[in-house]
């Protein structure tokens, strides 16, 4: 069974950064791909970052361009956020997905680290 394990979240200040870090187990998986999503507080569930298994393709969501950076390391089976620049619209609860290989569905969900930035 798959579990996706979230840590680093936390209380910060708008201008202060976080490092989100994503443990899987109790699967190897193969090519595919990892992402993080947030939920803030009354509102949906949105997509924050993406990576494929080889990190050629990521994308961001506009609004957390040139502030956060995604990236995995397949031997450790760990996928990283570093948030930058963090804002007060940054708070929410982040969650760490990952798809089956091959793949484009997210099929797996960690249960998430909150994070909120205060003013």
């Known amino acids: 069974q798959v579990q996706l394990v979230e840590s680093g979240g936390g209380l910060v200040q708008a201008g202060d950064s976080l490092r989100l870090s994503c443990s899987a187990s109790g699967h190897t998986f193969g090519p595919n791909t990892m992402g993080w999503f947030r939920q803030a507080p009354g509102k949906e569930r949105e997509f924050v970052s993406s990576i494929s298994w080889d990190a050629v393709s990521i994308v961001y969501a506009d609004f957390v361009k040139g502030r956060f950076a995604i990236s995995r390391d397949n031997h450790q089976n760990t996928l990283d956020l570093q948030m930058d620049s963090l804002k007060p619209e940054d708070t929410a609860v982040y969650y760490c997905?990952?798809?089956?290989?091959?793949?484009?569905?997210?099929?797996?969900w960690g249960q998430g680290t909150r994070v909120t930035v205060s003013s």
């Open positions: 997905a990952a798809t089956r290989s091959y793949s484009s569905s997210y099929d797996y």
